[in-house]
Nanobody
Framework: QVQLVESGGGLVQAGGSLRLSCSAS????????MGWFRQAPGKEREFVAA????????YYADSVKGRFTIFRDNAKNTVYLQMNSLKPEDTAVYYC??????????????????WGQGTQVTVSS
């Protein structure tokens, strides 16, 4: 089992940047596909970005492509989400997630086995 802890959320003005971090416990971090999701009030949890076990190719929702970057440091058991050019519609609780199978890139919450507690991102206009 792995425990995930997000950090780095906060309040930022539109056009600003934030970097989220997700630290994982355990010694098998490099075997997990890692993803970021977000959930705004009254909405379903939605896919933001994902990265395979060894990094390399990355995957994004159309709404964040070109503005957000996911990357990981397996030596530090950490995955990051760099968010630039933030918009008010990016306001949500952001969650990191780990896929234990490591076999595919999932874009739905059900594809992931472990979740962090979430970190709030608020973008003011």
């Amino acid at each position: 089992q792995v425990q995930l802890v997000e950090s780095g959320g906060g309040l930022v003005q539109a056009g600003g940047s934030l970097r989220l971090s997700c630290s994982a416990s355990g010694r098998t971090f490099s075997s997990y596909v890692m993803g970021w999701f977000r959930q705004a009030p009254g909405k379903e949890r939605e896919f933001v970005a994902a990265i395979p076990r060894s990094g390399g190719s990355t995957y994004y929702a159309d709404s964040v492509k070109g503005r957000f970057t996911i990357f990981r440091d397996n030596a530090k058991n950490t995955v990051y989400l760099q968010m630039n050019s933030l918009k008010p519609e990016d306001t949500a609780v952001y969650y990191c997630a780990a896929d234990n199978t490591g076999a595919r890139i999932g874009r739905i919450p059900g594809a992931y086995d472990y979740w962090g507690q979430g970190t709030q991102v608020t973008v003011s206009s």
